[in-house]
Nanobody
Framework: QVQLVESGGGLVQAGGSLRLSCAAS????????MGWFRQAPGKEREFVVA????????PYAESVKGRFSISRDNVKNTVYLQMNSLKPEDTADYYC?????????????????WGKGTLVTVSL
């Protein structure tokens, strides 16, 4: 069993930065692909980015490309999402997730664990 706990969300002005963290319990973290998703009010959950167990990173969602950066620390069992130049349209609940591979993390039903999310609100 793996538990994922996100932190680092909050209220920030447009143009600001936040760093989200996702701490994983359990001994299998280093073998999982990890990813970030987000869900804005009234919208479907969307994929943001993922990183493989050995650091390979998927393409970022177009809406965040050049502004967000994912990283992971397998010693600390944590994955991060650095978010810069935030915009009001980045307002959403941000979730981390794990899967057996990068392919599965983007496949419906391929996620094996979800965090409960952390809210990011970007004001004008």
């Amino acid at each position: 069993q793996v538990q994922l706990v996100e932190s680092g969300g909050g209220l920030v002005q447009a143009g600001g930065s936040l760093r989200l963290s996702c701490a994983a319990s359990g001994r299998d973290f280093s073998t999982f692909a990890m990813g970030w998703f987000r869900q804005a009010p009234g919208k479907e959950r969307e994929f943001v980015v993922a990183v493989s167990e050995n650091g390979f990173i998927t393409p970022y969602a177009e809406s965040v490309k050049g502004r967000f950066s994912i990283s992971r620390d397998n010693v600390k069992n944590t994955v991060y999402l650095q978010m810069n130049s935030l915009k009001p349209e980045d307002t959403a609940d941000y979730y981390c997730a794990s899967a057996a591979s990068l392919t599965r993390i983007r496949t419906p039903g391929g996620i094996n664990y979800w965090g409960k999310g952390t809210l990011v609100t970007v004001s004008l």
